[in-house]
């Protein structure tokens, strides 16, 4: 390939995209602050951002009007392969040459160089070839048809038909055949006036299209996160005649088995006498360690965390953690469960780590009309890293949630599952899956709690209990 100079017009207009877009609608969700979810390459950059094939420059920009480079596409390509391993054993002696190492490479692509793994395996299976100096220009921007050959190349330069473009004798001789190809393999579109424009660069935001088109095509993947198979979702099995309501309290008991109240608390109570709180007949809180904005995305501590697990733990309650999670990502959601870890350290918890994920129905929340595919994805990434701690996740949610919207319990039965349901007159909710915990209210009054406060049954024994079901006798 030659080299060629940064073209000056790099902000191509949406008429001249080089790519297929999709049609229909999609989750389009992402952690970057500057793609605006109404813009056409959202889709694309948030398909790329959930199978880690494109990365941004930093946790909150993309950057999808900046150009396209040539380490960036290696990389890609590099990823939908698996990144596989540089290969490794006793070199034969023909290895023994002059050269070294970064030689043999490219001479502008150092040991330190982020994309080094990528580049060295594009190089050695075909996929590129560098320039004639020897140099690979690993942050020069791509251009339509050095994309159209890289692809073209992934794919063993399969033959396609000849491409309609008017311009088509201004494509380059060693990349007229991968133009055809892209054409035919629906891969790069023309323009509106019938031109590719070959030599034009190619931004972001349409290189991830062009990515998401190629791995659709030829990985087999799919809008949204992998999930694992589903699992048959238990029923609600409590006998509604058994639940209790002290009227005088307005405390929920149940008759059968385990009954233990407990109530759940962040810094909105503020300061809490957690000997009377005790002494009222709660005997466990769940208790808010922190959360992550709904706009910026940033990690906070529950300013009154620690002041109510040392409090409640001194008075001989059982506690548990959650965290108001606002995760986009299963990498956001790992950073979550993470932190949450580094906050609990030192505490004796004993009741679960919750995952407590709720949509913020606002024009500036970035988890606005976030689908449940994402958000299960985000609450097994969670529960798996509170689980390889040694604690025991649960997920959070509403029959609404359930039924409409956020997590997809059939994914999650290998947690327990706190309900939030509040019904008239405190009657045994309807819920129609089985559940562990029931947070009945968030009006409730105990002595030591200041204001209103949520209160909650639990209907297990945490230390008998197994984080594994048979599912046989449910199957057909």
């Known amino acids: 390939m030659k080299k060629r100079s940064l073209a000056a017009a790099l902000a191509l207009a949406l008429t001249l995209t080089p790519i297929l877009v999709p049609t229909q609608v999609h989750a389009n969700k992402t952690t970057y602050l500057d793609v605006n979810d109404e813009l056409w390459y959202a889709v694309p950059v948030a398909f790329c951002q959930q199978h880690l094939l ?29 990144s596989p391993e540089a290969p490794t054993g006793e070199p034969e002696e023909s290895d ?11 001479s502008d692509v150092g040991e330190d160089h982020p994309n080094r793994d990528a580049i060295r395996w594009a190089k050695e299976n075909g996929v590129v070839s560098g320039y004639e100096d020897g140099t690979f220009g690993p942050d020069d921007p791509v ?44 891969m790069m579109s023309g323009n509106p006036d019938g031109t590719f424009l070959p030599q034009d660069n190619t931004t972001r935001g349409q290189g991830a299209a062009i990515v998401m088109n190629y791995a659709k095509a030829f990985y087999g993947l799919a809008y949204g996160y992998s999930l694992p198979a589903p699992k048959p979702i238990l029923s609600n099995t409590y006998n509604s005649d ?45 208790i808010r360690a922190g959360y992550r904005g709904y706009t910026l995305g940033t990690i906070t501590k529950d300013e009154y965390f620690d002041a109510n697990m040392s409090g409640a733990l001194a008075n001989g309650m059982e506690v548990g953690v959650y965290f108001f999670s606002q995760a986009l990502t299963p990498a ?14 030192g505490y004796n918890v004993t009741y679960p780590v919750v995952f407590d994920w709720e949509e913020q129905d606002k024009e500036d929340s970035r988890t606005r009309n976030t689908d449940g595919n994402t958000v299960t994805a985000c609450a097994l990434a969670f529960c798996k890293v509170i689980e390889d701690a040694g604690y025991l996740p649960m997920t959070y949610g509403s029959p609404r949630k359930v039924y409409t919207q956020g997590i997809q319990l059939e994914y999650l039965q290998d947690y327990p599952f706190w309900l939030a349901h509040y019904t008239k007159d405190t009657a045994p ?28 049954l639990c209907l297990v024994n945490w230390r008998s209990w197994k984080n594994s079901i048979n599912y046989d006798w449910l199957m057909p």
């Open 54 to 82: 494109m990365d941004g420059l930093d946790g909150a920009r993309f950057e999808p009007e900046a150009p396209l480079t040539r380490a960036v596409l290696a990389e890609a390509l590099y990823r939908l392969e698996g």
């Open 96 to 106: 023994f040459e002059e050269k070294t190492e970064e030689e043999s490479l490219f």
């Open 143 to 186: 251009t339509r048809e050095q994309i159209a050959v890289l692809l073209w190349n992934n794919r063993d330069r399969q033959e396609g038909k000849e491409a309609p473009f008017t311009d088509r004798d201004t494509v380059s001789d060693w990349a007229r055949a991968a133009v055809d190809w892209a054409y035919e393999a629906k």
């Open 242 to 286: 058994l639940f209790r309501l002290d009227e005088e309290t307005g405390y929920l008991s149940y008759l059968s088995g385990v009954s233990v109240r407990g109530v759940d608390v962040s810094a909105h109570q503020k300061e809490i006498d957690w000997a009377r709180v005790a002494a009222s007949g709660m005997r466990f809180a769940m």
């Open 332 to 345: 956001e959601a790992e950073e979550e469960a993470y932190q949450l870890l580094e906050w609990m350290e």
């Open 429 to 456: 909710t309807s819920f129609r899956y089985h559940y562990q915990m029931w947070q009945y209210s968030s009006n409730g009054e105990v002595d030591g709690i200041e204001g209103r406060v949520d209160l909650n």
